[in-house]
């Protein structure tokens, strides 16, 4: 896949634009996932939840990795529903060299298996190990237990491709809050209760901006409903050397309350509102923004998530919605999300 | 169990295969076909999506066969039909509908020129039909029952094939060269064609012919006449008469100053004839308003466009010489066109009368079994087979809309049934799928395009000539235009659903293969029938 494909999406106005695959476009153009010979390194059987984002996310990433790598891959895990659904001892479903260690060394196991890479490549009299290196968790993993691991790999420039899958809480021992849980959202922890239901404003961590500020080679957004872009991020990240980081919004159904059909629909209004900014960036400058094609108000993001009921709940909380709606407007202006037509 | 396994490892390691994540569904996702609007809207039964799917991929051949399965004159429908299909085009409610009847044209123009012939039956039934009439119903019947394997014989009561398409639809809407090729390209099949054979006793002439099944479709050419107290120095002619004389030697002698007294497409017709013929002047006089116009409101507006005129709520009392006298009309509370009292004259060299036409039903006087109504013949409207058996009537003798598409309906439908009968059995009608509505397409993935405008002749030139207003469309926008199509409830192999599910439970059989769901694994998680542009995936609940 070239980068010329996914950065100017080939307009066909009925089958292609924006679906997985193409009958139409040639075959080197089409999606990872459209081929019949994608790896499927997350294979069927695991136990994920009806409409896991996560699951569909990690396939997404890392059959676009074993494929930019031609599958010389290894994959770092975190402790998180991603491993836990994945790996029921005796069961894997992975289709790729995959370790677990602990919750929080993801990055730092990463950096290992990396290094190990660069004797072996150094003791054949090669440059470059051929094999490649991605860690992955969720955002607990990432943003709370392993951030000082994560940080040091950035700070290092190890080359590791680090993955998180953000799906904004500790969904496999309960749905307790994390640094990544947005504002107003309820958790087991953030219960919907007093003046202030619900996550506070103003905590929590933009994991994305911190990776930036390393100044390390890549750092990228994604969704679960924008494969094409996610792919070619994958690509990019996998040319590049270093560290590279990158954030994809994996809608949960169980934690966030809604229904398991509706993960890519979430997914696609997070970034239609502005909530979650879709970008990339080289050495911590933001180089491409994916415009809003649709521009829609928080709300029609917000009501179909039970964790945010409340705020819709006898009179509502008009003052909340605002809140956020402003924080997403600050997205829009930040990262100039809005397209010159919005027709597109 | 190994001795080297390390501590603490008792299992082989095993794959998430063996784990079958099926058991936890109580929805399965099924594929589904449903009727695409454009479908259920053609008169003639097109697979308007079917076709399109293959125009899609720039393979017209195959596009073109698949229309002409239903409908074997695109070239000529991509001219004069209404398509009512694109009304009903789900497209509309996104940017503006597809342009079915532009890409039909293109279709068929590009088989002209390609030479592209019909395929004839293997086997031969042995039975003869005979069909009355060579208009778009008689040759529509006559090419599906001539690849149905049965010998064909049209008798035509005029001097050449194509009914009121060749007499009622002036040149600059259809072309005679396209007319004549799609005409000849099913004489070519074998049909034999008779013409200037008018059938006066139909019941004699199956038994001389020793057919074995009719299919009448003998069109209204009676024009209907209106009483208007007239002076005999008064120039009266009829639509028909007029439409029917441009094509011989001699055209018709209109005058500078023409009226024409109705609201229909002939009216219509009539006026802007009498324009290309040098008409200064072109007034339609019609009772209503132009809301309540019978003919289609395109043709009205490129009328008015080429400077036909019309006087609204007007019926004309009587004419004297050059000056007819025009009352006023208004409407009340129904619609209906009432009386004012108010008068003015209207001069005029000649008038034209455009009030509609009858069928000459005396072909059929003694056939047991058959029942006029309204001086038409009624038919089983599933079969189209009249009162008396075997014998089958459509077009416009026939009670229903009066179109070339409708009629080409007709002669389809009434050769499948012609074909059932004489074979004793029954057609096999399907029950039609379910509609496939808006609220089903996921409109997120197409991205707007406008619709391709066919270049249209300027206004000054089509005026001064019997050229063809409407251009066509050309490789390239043909494709952009077919590509526009939603393909309204039917897949169009995205591979959406294959790529969308978390549990790779989506099989994929390859290219015009679709896909077929793992049951072992799918969660019923529904994402995929949420994300399937098209709606061609449903969500049923499991037996419990």
Redesign the interface.
Known sequence: MDEQSNSAPIRFYQTGTFTVGNRLLDPVHRSVQSSIERNNSLNSGHRACQGCGEALGARYAVDAAMRATDGQLIAVNATGCLEVFSTPYPETSWQLPWIHSLFGNAAAVGTGVAAALKIKARKAGLQHNDARVIAQGGDGGTTDIGFGCLSGMFERNDDVLYICYDNEAYMNTGVQRSSATPPAAHTATTMAVGEHPGAEFGQGKNLPRIAMAHEIPYVATATVADLRDLESKVHKAMNLRGARYLHILVPCPLGWGAASCDTIKIARLACESGIFPVFEALYGEVTRVTKIRRRVPVTEYLKLQKRFAHLFAGDGRPDMLAHIQAEADRNIRRYDLLAEEVTA | MSMRKPFAIT???????????GS?RTERPVFVHRLPPCNAQCPAGEDIQGWLFHA??GDYETAWRHLTRDNPFPAIMGRVCYHSCESACNRAQIDTSVGINSVERFLGDEALKKSWRFEIASAQSGKKVLVVGAGPSGMSAAYQLRRLGHEVTVFEAGPMVGGMMRFGIPKYRLPRNVLDAEMQRIVDMGVTLRLNTKVTDIAQTMRDGGFDAVFLAVGAHIAKRAYIPAKDSCRILDAVAVLRSMEGEERPMLGRRVVVYGGGNTAIDVARTAKRLGATEAIIVYRRTRERMPAHDLEVEEALQEGVMVKWLSTIKSADGSALTIEKMRLDEHGNPQPTGEFETLESDSLVLALGQDVDLSLLDGVPGLVMKNGVVQVDPLTMMTGHPGLFAGGDMVPAERNVTVAVGHGKKAARHIDAWLRGSHVDTAPKHESATFERINS??????PKTMRPQLDVARRTSSFDEVQGGLTQDNAL?EA?????CGNC?????C????????VI?L??GNGFEF?Y??C?????C???C?CGAIE?VAEEV
Request: with cysteine.
């Open positions: 299992l082989d390691p095993g794959s998430s295969l063996a784990n079958k994540t936890w899609e991929s997120w993935y197409y991205s707007d395009a952009f590509r526009r199509c939603l393909s169009f192999e995205c591979d959406n294959y790529g969308v599910c978390p549990d790779n439970a994929k390859g290219p793992n072992d694994y969660k019923g998680c529904g994402v029938a949420a994300e542009p969500m």
